[in-house]
């Protein structure tokens, strides 16, 4: 039985996108590309595909460890629910973002709809994406899960874009309480449950780190355009009903504000409740992974 089971709906939901969003896979930060002084022309996504893809149904061992590791060219996933993949195809914040989810694909319950999925670029295919800034990667890396979503589960979807509540990132009263990293200071990233600490960081990329611990869209509105040292700890559990075992699976974010105070608190930034237009993505059909 999954942990999942145990933790009342409300929980649940933000407990699957918390964990999904640990599961993102992106490049090890070693592995990311310099930022080209002038704008590379946008590839097209769909010239990009995965040269192998392996997806099977999890088999859980003794002391087996549910997991997902990235390299440059390549994905794995131990005992992963289609939720996640879903989440990893959509450019998407929150999970009201996903519309239509089956039950069974959101493997929040009973966990019995898991695989082991196994992607592989090839050579080329690698090396093109290494090329391409940063961003672009991202989306490239999106199209190629969808592209396996809909070979393998027969996904078919639309896009549509709702009215929904969102949070505006701002300024707090007081100033922001960072500064911009100096240009000769080397690269540095360090992280983990709760906690971030991160040099020549932009504003563009607080929006997905934030929208899974706020439950909303984030928007960022701070009009700060530089690359920043920032360093931000917080409690991703403190305003959620979760019992006191999962806690002390935790135990470094005992005492840390939640998210909300601990923007305003060590940052300087505040999330102020709006509503805007959001994508919303509707799965409109979805089946179980075809066999290897």
Excluded at 5 to 15: E, N, Q
Excluded at 87 to 107: E, H, K, Y
Excluded at 137 to 147: E, F, H, P, V
Aim: overall charge negative.
């Amino acid at each position: 039985m999954n942990l999942i089971t145990f933790l009342p709906l409300k929980s649940r939901r933000a407990f699957i996108l918390n964990v999904a969003a640990c599961l993102l896979l992106t490049l090890p930060e070693q592995e990311k590309p310099t930022p080209p002084e002038t704008s590379a022309p946008a590839a097209n996504p769909a010239s990009f595909a995965y040269d192998v893809v392996s997806i099977k149904p999890y088999k859980p061992e003794p002391g087996a460890i549910r997991s997902a590791n990235g390299t440059p060219d390549s994905l794995s996933y131990r005992g992963t629910g289609l939720i996640v993949l879903l989440i990893n195809a959509f450019p998407t914040l929150t999970l009201d973002q996903l519309v239509g989810v089956p039950d069974w694909a959101m493997a929040s319950r009973t966990g019995d709809e898991l695989y082991d999925v196994e992607a592989k670029m090839d050579e080329d295919t690698a090396a093109a994406l290494k090329k391409l800034p940063w961003d672009q990667q991202q989306d490239i890396r999106r199209s190629m899960m969808l592209q396996v979503l809909v070979e393998r589960c027969k996904l078919k979807y639309h896009k549509e874009t709702r009215e929904l509540p969102i949070y505006n990132l701002v300024i707090a009263k007081n100033g922001p309480k960072f500064k911009e990293t100096p240009a000769d200071k080397k690269e540095n990233q360090t992280g983990g449950f709760g906690q971030i600490s991160e040099d020549n960081f932009e504003m563009k990329q607080m929006p997905a780190m934030l929208s899974g611990y706020a439950r909303r869209p984030v928007v960022d509105k701070t009009g700060l355009t530089g690359k920043y040292s920032i360093s931000l700890k917080w409690n991703p559990y403190a305003d959620q009903d979760v019992p006191a075992w999962l806690m002390d699976r935790f135990p470094d974010s005992k005492g840390r504000p939640g998210i909300f105070d601990a923007l305003e608190e060590q940052l300087g930034l505040k999330l102020e409740s709006a509503k805007g237009p959001v994508d919303v993505y509707v799965i409109d059909h979805i089946e179980k992974p075809s066999p290897d």
